[in-house]
């Protein structure tokens, strides 16, 4: 019975709209992204390509994620925190689509997507936990 409550609560918690605008957000992101990245291989190298294509959806996303996800004020402090918690995405995912494409041998037209998949847990927490933190400390400033 117990166990049926905490299995509740975490379907809950990965239910809430927070979540789902989330996903639409990364699903906008990641198609306007990838396209970018299939016309950039065309031009230059798959890791150029990711990195072209990762900083544009980095600015896109920002704004998006900061504003209509976790419904902050757009100001510099949560778009640096934002920004950082991609930096260190794009860090694990060029390391991730490196070993893909040049170890694992898998399309690089196809790793991307798969890096996307593995990366979505860690980027939602991780946006969640330091935007609401700023957002706590926001909160104290006006009691």
Known sequence: MKQDKHLYLLLMKFTNKEFFKFLSVGAFNTASTYILYLIAIWFTS?????????????????????????????????????IMVYLIQFAIGFILITMCVGYLGI?????????????????????????????????????
């Open 46 to 82: 798959y890791q150029v390509a990711y990195v072209i294509s990762y900083c544009f959806g980095l600015l896109l996303v920002s704004i998006l994620n900061v504003k209509f996800v976790y419904n902050q004020p757009i100001c510099f402090k949560n778009s640096i925190k934002t």
């Open 107 to 143: 399309d690089k037209r196809v790793a991307p997507l798969i890096i996307i998949i593995i990366l979505i847990p860690f980027t939602f927490f991780a946006n969640k936990f330091v935007l609401q933190k700023c957002n706590l400390k926001n909160n104290n400033n006006y009691k």
